[in-house]
């Protein structure tokens, strides 16, 4: 087999001293590192960085996916640790906050949203719309959206996947391009977590990280069914 | 170049398939202390462009813990973490290629000089930039081989474990890969030429 030339292995060996991690580097990333992976943090045997660590990126995604939750009322799901209990998370599909979320603030990115149309109040629950802002027709389907993730959520949280999975399934079928698909899939991901199918997860976690790879929920995703307790974190 | 850089039991340890089928497989942290400047290497050379190499370093961890418990031993730890920033840095690459409008990055972005933190005490040299730019005419199954091969100075059938080829395929793509990284040179020094 034919080596490189004598020009072709200066330019390798000059050019990847340059590809080596800077000094610092690992001690500097070590916190973010741990803290996205979800392990403990090693032993007192390597020194942390000594300037400042900054927030972590889950607690990043936490702050962000907490304004999600006061805005339409979803997000709950998005770390595992959330403290907000499910069923408030529940009530809040059906009972919008009464101050209107601000349109740009949302975990997906979202197409430029069409023109606000109101929407006609819903008979069942008079007086709440009467203290809603006007929402504009799109937040129905969102609102539908929201309703069958969050039942299945909530059948998750209540121990049956095969149930999520069944909701999930229903969601795709009617929303096969909704707002809230990445959600659909970070409950899909656990559902079939909690069913076992470990491999299914890991090929629903690839095909998440390839479709929204810029997602809030991304780096959750990675952590696939080791987030869910079926890995071993050290 | 290989993964450790103190000959530590540990280092050796990460280098090698465990000898036994009862060994346990390192813990995170250990693989995280010995493997993290391979893995930074190994993803700047597979071109995750520097503004994107430590949200890739920290995604290949993130893996790393949630398979850990699976990895058997059927190969070595740092052939286990090469395949895993492969795919991360692929990923990298595409989200590029969709959000940014880029088919490739561009050689002049490939070393980021003005970031802050440890990125700008990296060695952004003309000669890293020039590395990268040729190794940008590899496709990937080449540049991964050739990465392996030429840069991480592993054996051709320790290469072929890692990508999961057949022995000969390995040896012929690798002479492709040499002979378009060649090519690729002989072009970037006719633009030279005054």
Redesign the interface.
């Known amino acids: 087999?034919?080596?490189?030339?004598t020009?072709?292995c200066a330019?390798?060996e000059?050019?990847?001293?340059?590809?080596?991690?800077?000094?610092?580097?690992?001690e500097?990333?070590?916190a973010?590192?741990?803290t996205?992976?979800?392990?403990a943090?090693?032993?007192a045997s390597?020194p942390a960085s000594p300037s400042p660590v900054p927030l972590p990126?889950a607690a990043k995604l936490f702050v962000v996916g907490a304004l999600v939750v006061g805005g339409v009322g979803i997000g709950w799901w998005s770390l595992r640790d959330t403290p907000a209990p499910p069923r408030a998370a529940r009530v809040a599909v059906t009972a919008p906050p009464a101050v209107a979320p601000p349109p740009q603030v949302t975990p997906i990115a979202p197409p430029a949203p069409p023109a606000p149309v109101p929407a006609p109040a819903p008979a069942a629950r008079p007086t709440r719309a009467k203290n809603r802002a006007p929402v504009p027709s799109p937040a129905a389907g969102l609102a539908d959206e929201l309703r069958l993730v969050s039942a299945a959520r909530g059948a998750l949280v209540d121990g049956n996947p095969r149930a999520a999975l069944a909701k999930i399934a229903t969601y795709e079928r009617r929303f096969a391009h909704g707002e809230l698909a990445p959600e659909a899939a970070m409950v899909r991901i656990d559902a079939l977590c909690a069913a076992g199918r470990v491999a299914d997860a890991d090929a629903e976690v690839d095909r998440f990280?390839?479709r929204w790879?810029?997602s809030p929920h991304r780096?959750r995703a990675?952590?696939?069914?080791?987030?869910a307790g079926k890995?071993?974190?050290? | 170049m290989g993964m450790g850089a103190s000959d530590t039991a540990a280092a050796r340890r990460l280098a090698a398939p465990p000898a036994a089928a009862d060994e346990a497989p390192p813990s995170f942290a250990e693989v995280y202390q010995r493997g993290f400047d391979y893995v930074w290497r190994s993803l700047r050379a597979l071109g995750v462009r520097d503004a994107r190499i430590e949200d890739a370093v920290q995604d290949v961890f993130v893996v790393v813990a949630r398979r850990l418990p699976e990895f058997a031993g059927r190969s070595s730890i740092e052939t286990w973490l090469f395949a895993i920033a492969r795919r991360i840095a692929q990923r990298h690459r595409r989200t590029e290629s969709r959000h940014e409008g880029r088919s490739e990055a561009l050689p002049e972005d490939l070393v980021d000089t003005s970031r802050p933190g440890p990125r700008a005490a990296a060695e952004t040299t003309e000669a890293t930039r020039l590395l990268l730019s040729l190794l940008d005419q590899l496709d990937d199954d080449k540049r991964a081989l050739f990465v392996l091969v030429e840069i991480e100075q592993k054996s051709v059938p320790a290469a072929a474990e890692a990508l999961g080829i057949k022995l000969n395929t390995a040896y012929s793509r690798l002479r492709l890969a040499r002979q378009r990284f060649e090519a690729a040179l002989a072009r970037h020094n006719q633009k030279e030429l005054p």
């Open positions: 087999m034919s080596e490189l030339s020009a072709a330019v390798l000059a050019g990847r001293k340059g590809l080596a991690a800077p000094a610092g580097a690992r500097q990333m070590q973010q590192v741990f996205a992976a979800g392990v943090g090693p032993a390597t990126l990280v390839d790879p810029n780096r990675l952590l696939g069914c080791a987030a890995g071993t974190n050290r």
